[in-house]
């Protein structure tokens, strides 16, 4: 097998992301291609795929959720995510062992709180009162509690939250909007029901189109799966060898990977972006060995020569004036700020196309 450096997954995991260049594809071609977009900050999707395409206005997704065309909902890793609506309907079934698990494990509203309780019925009683209308989750545990005063209500909406495939209603998650998230059911928002035979092989190709090479556990961490060494194994495979590890990397049979000494352009990616996310090894994307990747995450990032070189936000942004604070990992050299400094206002623009932009390189 060949072996893999680091800078060389790091290149081809940006090319599959689309990071390498922008795309010249619609908002969900996007999201379809990445499988789903990590939506729990309900805006972050909308820089997400600014980053990624090479036309995207806010717009563009607010028509394709309002429209039904797209929809957020618990999935990969029990997460709120932004899926194309088939996509939500095919593979939601296949994730749902994961959802499981957050439901009876979960500390907070799971274990004991939930023993000897009739959930069919706990499930039945959640699907009469978003019937009845988009519910909240305050909704949801008023009409629970009452049915059954011997439980905690929050455990009680916990649960059908998550072991029936609710997806939130906007506003939220629409650009200039908010609000609770209210959540409604497939066969209500979407008039369809979940796929009643999901194919695993095809998640799994799909998470290599967009996530590649990877490893079996790399697939796990993505999806919060698990025992999918059976089901690569079923599938016609190029592998290759972590130069590092010595692990397997599995890849689609056709699929080609850049040159690893391609530069990669400057990027901003919102807070939680799959990048991060989606591979339990993240060697592929650490600046230095001893970079903890979990403390960047969280908030929004900038991707230079591949890897996050600094924390971003927004920390005012009224119609006369946005801010964009960039907060290095390590001192930048005047040369790269200058480098850097075309796409942010570029994402400056993007956020507030009238506003007097500030632009700020704060001390690491």
Same mark, same amino acid.
């Given at each position: 097998m060949s072996k893999l450096s680091l800078q060389a997954q790091n290149r081809a995991t940006l090319q599959r992301q689309w990071l390498l260049e922008r795309h010249d594809a619609t908002a969900l071609e996007a999201i379809e291609h990445l499988v789903g977009m990590q939506a729990q900050i309900p805006l972050a999707p909308y820089v997400g795929l600014w980053t990624r395409l090479t036309a995207f206005q806010p717009d563009d997704l607010v028509k394709l959720i309002e429209g039904r065309e797209a929809v957020r909902g618990s999935m990969m890793r029990a997460t709120i995510h932004l899926m194309t609506s088939p996509d939500f309907l095919a593979f939601r079934p296949l994730i749902q062992p994961r959802l499981d698990r957050e439901v009876f494990q979960n500390m907070t509203y799971g274990r004991h709180r939930l023993e000897g309780l009739d959930m069919p019925a706990v499930l039945q009683a959640g699907t009469d009162r978003i019937t009845e209308g988009h519910a909240t989750a305050v909704q949801l545990r008023e009409h629970l509690g009452p049915l059954w005063p011997d439980r905690d209500p929050a455990a009680l909406a916990h649960a059908v939250r998550c072991l029936l495939p609710t997806i939130q209603t906007p506003p939220r998650g629409i650009w200039g909007k908010g609000g609770n998230p209210a959540m409604s059911l497939p066969? &209500?928002? &979407?008039?369809?029901? &979940?796929?009643?035979?999901?194919?695993?092989?095809?998640?799994?190709?799909?998470?290599?189109?967009?996530?590649?090479?990877?490893?079996?556990?790399?697939?796990?961490?993505?999806?919060?799966?698990?025992?999918?060494?059976?089901v690569f194994d079923r599938?016609?495979?190029?592998?290759?060898?972590?130069?590092?590890?010595?692990?397997?990397?599995?890849?689609?049979?056709?699929?080609?990977?850049?040159?690893?000494?391609?530069?990669?352009?400057?990027?901003?990616l919102p807070e939680f972006d799959n990048l991060y996310l989606s591979h339990a090894?993240?060697?592929?994307?650490?600046?230095?060995?001893?970079?903890?990747?979990?403390?960047?995450?969280v908030q929004g990032t900038l991707l230079h020569n591949g890897h996050p070189t600094a924390t971003w936000r927004l920390p005012k942004n009224t119609k006369s004036q946005i801010t964009l604070e960039i907060k290095p990992l390590e001192k930048l050299s005047k040369k790269t700020q200058a480098l850097i400094e075309p796409e942010a206002q570029a994402l400056l623009t993007f956020t507030n196309p009238t506003a007097a932009q500030d632009l700020q390189f704060l001390t690491p």
């Open positions: 066969h &209500l928002w &979407l008039n369809a029901d &979940l796929d009643p035979a999901p194919n695993p092989e095809s998640l799994v190709l799909r998470y290599l189109a967009a996530y590649g090479p990877a490893s079996v556990m790399d697939a796990q961490s993505w999806s919060g799966l698990t025992h999918l060494t059976e599938l016609d495979l190029r592998t290759y060898t972590d130069a590092d590890s010595g692990r397997t990397l599995y890849d689609l049979p056709t699929q080609p990977l850049p040159d690893p000494d391609t530069e990669p352009p400057t990027r901003f090894d993240r060697s592929r994307w650490l600046p230095t060995p001893t970079t903890r990747l979990q403390s960047l995450y």
